[in-house]
């Protein structure tokens, strides 16, 4: 009897990369998943933060695929590599702050050394020729295949047929005639395959896999680049990305406000990290401060915090501020009227 | 039996699946990791994750506001 041949699918938690691993797995293959987590993955986190969220049942899609498809998935932490991948891009952004082209071939590239240490014979993505605007084009796909080193181990069954034979097709592993065409925007070849397998519930992933393609999240990353003079974050940088109200009133500093309990409670979190404001008066927001503030500076803050609190028509808001070793003082101000925000301040 | 406690305080999903994952391979077949959570979706995860990958969830439970999952390693799972 043949050996038989292991592949590492890509999953992402979409129907492409389910669909992938299911005709890799129709064709006796066994297959295991792997899942890179950047930082920048949808996956989950507003839920978890925001509390009107969580309501909703939240579940990891890549997870849950894996579940479906009964494979093992490994999840792999790439936030410290991925910052070479964002930071400087070869091919550039997409839309907005993703760079995708790049990405792919890093995971890619990711992929292919996890297949040599553990002795798989391929790797295999839910890629199909047109699919996506920068990433997903006729000229892209050898581009992925070559610089990541994958070569000719990287198999996209979902347009196999429409690209030069692997290797996998090449030794028989798998059979090319049951690998697939679809090339094009269109999902409905991808939907009707999965209808062909029985799948009904799949995630519908709108602009993509990741925050980088939201063009609010881009413009706060953009912004946190721009005033510190270089394109350097810490996860911490990007978590924070995704909660809150954010206002830059000066380059040096800005004020990430809470705008509802979920998050304040995600943001306490932070408190030994950046100081922090909050009201005592009145009902209020919890703040957390980035950057170096003088007196003056924590005053205005205070201004502006006690205008997003309870307290906003009120004469006098009084607030308490808190340094990163938690030592804490009372501020009594007078709560800014929204003219008095300038809308630059607003990212 | 030894149990290793692992603190993913303030970690967002799906970190401490990541923390679990990392800390059991290499462990044999018994050993038991505690992951102590503030992300409630961890309580969903983390079992998804044991069970897919063969490993069974003793315990999965909240106390006083954090959310405790304790997975313990089946031998022919570790990979
Ligand atoms: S959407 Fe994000 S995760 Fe997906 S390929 Fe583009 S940059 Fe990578």
Known sequence: MSEQRKAAALISGGLDSLLAARVMQQQGIHVEGINFYTGFCVEGHTHAIRRRDQKKDKRNNALWVAEQLGIKLHIIDIVEDYKQVLINPRYGYGANLNPCLDCKIFMVHKAYEWIQARGFDFIVTGEVIGQRPMSQRKETMPIVSDESGAHDLLLRPLCAKNLPLTRPEREGWVDREGLYDFSGRSRKPQMALAARFGIEDYAQPAGGCCFLTDEQYAVKLQDLWRARGNKEYEIDDIMLLKVGRHLRPASHYKVIIAREEGEANFMQGYRRLYPSMTTVSHGGPFALIDGDVDDPEIELIARVVARYSQGRSAEQVELSFSDKSGRSRSLKVKPMAAHEIPKEWLI | ?79
Do not use: F
């Not at chain 2, 409630?40 to 897919?52: E, F, H, M, Q, T």
């Not at chain 2, 954090?66 to 997975?71: F, P, R, T, W």
């Open chain 2, 1 to 79: 039996m030894s149990r290793q406690i692992i603190d993913c305080r303030r970690l967002l999903c799906p970190m401490p699946v990541i923390k679990v994952q990392n800390a059991i391979e290499g462990l044999p077949g018994g050993s038991q990791v505690e992951a102590v959570c503030t992300d409630p979706g961890a309580l969903k995860d983390i079992p998804a994750w044991s069970r897919i990958n063969g490993h069974r969830v003793v315990e999965a439970a909240t106390r006083d506001g954090e959310y405790i999952v304790v997975v313990e390693v089946v031998e022919d799972s570790a990979s």
